[in-house]
Nanobody, 126 residues
Framework: QVQLVESGGGLVQAGGSLRLSCAAS????????MGWFRQAPGKDRESVVA????????YYADFAKGRFTISRDDAKNTVYLQMISLKPEDTAVYYC???????????????????WGQGTQVTVSS
């Protein structure tokens, strides 16, 4: 069982930046793929970014390319989502999730993730 706790959300003006953190309770994150997902009001949850267990493969949704960066620090059992040039349409609850590694499915496949955090709110004002 892995418990995930997100932090770093908040209110930011359009064009601003935020860094989200996801701290995991697992003994080690090194055997898990990690992802960030988001859900805006009235919309379905969607994939944002993901990173494989060894950091060798990443997934970025089209809207995230060039603005969002996922990274992981397994020594700290933490995954980060750096977001720049934020837009009002980025407003959502952002969720961190983990799945056991070596899945034969795309990193961005949300339904394959086994463990989820409670989410952190990101609000971008215009």
């Amino acid at each position: 069982q892995v418990q995930l706790v997100e932090s770093g959300g908040g209110l930011v003006q359009a064009g601003g930046s935020l860094r989200l953190s996801c701290a995991a309770s697992a003994r080690t994150l090194s055997t898990y793929d990690m992802g960030w997902f988001r859900q805006a009001p009235g919309k379905d949850r969607e994939s944002v970014v993901a990173i494989s267990w060894n950091g060798g493969t990443t997934y970025y949704a089209d809207f995230a390319k060039g603005r969002f960066t996922i990274s992981r620090d397994d020594a700290k059992n933490t995954v980060y989502l750096q977001m720049i040039s934020l837009k009002p349409e980025d407003t959502a609850v952002y969720y961190c999730a983990a799945r056991h590694a070596f899945r034969r499915t795309a990193l961005g496949a949300m339904t394959t993730y086994d463990y989820w955090g409670q989410g952190t709110q990101v609000t971008v004002s215009s």
